[in-house]
């Protein structure tokens, strides 16, 4: 379906072909001076350089045309020409009403598959095993999860890969710390011939104590570290024991990290690792060597990175250490060589701290060098900011450690408790602690996707799980205000309502193009990468419908065909708003 000013781009198409003008510079847009016009093309402006003539002569010949040209009376309410060469419209409300009761008949709400026949891999999450969740995971799978759903909305085809980071010195250190706690596992038994055993002689608590206290214990005493190192590199060629254990801490860590994630309604296709993908470290090196990408250098092997007309020397690309080991680096390499194998997507996103962000280009640059990625595959890295305390410095617990993730929802859930205990009484206390956890979930979510995602912001507890301003629970509030009311209209029996009418008034007329734009909305977020596009998209719905709603008597209204229309429009708004909030990965309750 096109959207309206697609459609308006065509009738100007003609107009300015008519009129004498290249048809390519009639682009219409939604207007950003909404006090003036709802939609508005500056062509004119542009066109003026290639006819040596004034823009507002151009601008009129064309708007002369339009009203002239048949069929254009239907969508156009008026057009007006503006200096110094702005055409300016406004849509007819007949035909935006009509427009509406056809999106409103739509599965897809006449959003456009832009990325039909496009497949995407999304990297994101990106959790450490054996360590628990923190908040430094949280962004990743936040904006990830929303990108994936926007992305697939919109028709593209989207695998996402959590990509566990399974490999190096945290495993040895798990290692050495359990072997010198329990030397007797059989494990740690060189002649141990037998099948090892299948359960594991530790918990998620376990590791989650074991790991802090080996990494403490490396850092002060040089001989544990080197033992360490050690277990590492034994486990890398393959030690049965060491392999065995580490079986079981894969197992034990991804299924704590999917009850975590499932918490926070985040999901992956696949649960691939730096681990899967050693097995291609040797033969890729050998190959990268032989055509000539990479080169010792101080006895390590790097592949140089850096172009002519870099704004700062960008280093090179470091993919074998002088000891032989391999680095983050090498196995986003074999990664990406292993996605091009196996998927052959069009484009590949990395949803990683900004901080990464010269890993990322050395790594692109090095597979577009070296053929690992195929000229034409889109490496794309979003690198999102910091969330930071109320201090401005990344976000702590009060007792200035890093904060759980697990610790940082439960904080929420208990705010929002007390907010909706206090405004509105729960009799039955589970329904009280589910909704708090959906409204928690609103908050947490919002209160991220809200700003753009390259940027640090403030984690303000109050805030956003404030009902008012511009957060997740007063979305889900009007959500929840629209939704009693279609309720009391079916309790009273009222008739189905399918179509919109004609706005009658300015709030309406608000509320309608905003429902109209749904598409624009989710494009601009899949090109630019941005989920906040989508939370202006319903902050501004859902200020526009609880203008609208404040004047305007729905269920009183005596007009009973009146009343049907304003039921259409309310049901559009729900569909649009929930739709919205599902693709940032939250939902409403029954009530707040
Ligand atoms: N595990 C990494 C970290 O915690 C993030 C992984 C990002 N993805 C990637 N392909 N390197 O920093």
Known sequence: MKDISEILTEILEKAFEKAGYDPSFSRVGISNRPDLCEYQCNGAMAAAKQYHKAPLAIAEDVAAQVKQAAGSAEVIGDIAVAPPGFI????????????????????????????????????????????????????????????????RFCGYEVIGDVHLGDWGLQMGLIIEETRRRMPDLCYFDSDYSDQYPSEAP???SDLEEIYPTASARSKEDAEFAAAAHEATAKLQYGEPGYRALFEHIIRIS??????????????????????????????MIDRLIDDGFAHESEGALVIDVAQPGDAKELPPCLIRKSDGASLYATTDLATLLERERDYSPDGIVYIVDKRQGM??????????????????TLLYFLGFGTMNGKDGKPFKTREGGVMRLEQLIADINEAVYERIMESSPYTDPDEARKNAALIGLAAIKYGDLSNQPTKDYIFDLERFVSFEGNTGPYIL????????????????????????????????????????????????????????????????????????????????????????????????????????????????????
């Open 254 to 283: 991804v299924a704590d990290l999917k009850k975590n994630y499932a918490n926070l309604d985040v999901d992956f296709d696949l649960w691939k690792g730096e681990s899967d993908v050693q097995k291609y470290i040797p033969d």
């Open 88 to 151: 300016n419209i406004n849509v007819s409300p007949e035909y935006l009403a009509s427009h509406l009761t056809a999106i409103s008949a739509e599965p897809a709400l006449g959003v456009k598959q832009i990325g039909k026949g496009k497949k995407y891999i999304f990297d994101y999450g990106g959790p450490n095993v054996a360590k628990p969740l923190h908040i430094g995971h949280l962004r990743s799978a936040i904006i990830g999860e929303a990108l994936k759903r926007i992305y």
């Open 202 to 204: 530790f918990t998620i």
């Open 359 to 376: 890993h990322f280009q050395q790594v692109f640059r090095a597979a577009k060098k070296s053929g690992i990625a195929r000229e034409d």
């Open 477 to 592: 509030y009007t959500i929840v205000r629209i939704n009693s009311i279609l309720k009391k209209y079916a309790a009273d029996g009222g008739s189905p309502a399918e179509r919109i009418l004609p706005a009658g008034s300015a709030s309406e007329k608000t509320l309608q193009l905003l429902l109209s734009r749904m598409s624009e909305a989710l494009e601009g977020a899949c090109t630019e990468y941005a989920p906040n596009r989508v939370c202006q998209y319903i902050y501004e719905i859902s200020n526009a419908f609880n203008s609208f709603y404040h004047e305007t008597k729905i269920l009183a209204e005596a007009d009973e065909n009146k009343k049907t229309g304003y039921i259409a429009l309310l049901k559009l708004t729900e569909r649009v708003l929930s739709q919205c909030i599902n693709l940032l990965g939250f939902e409403a309750p029954e009530r707040m």
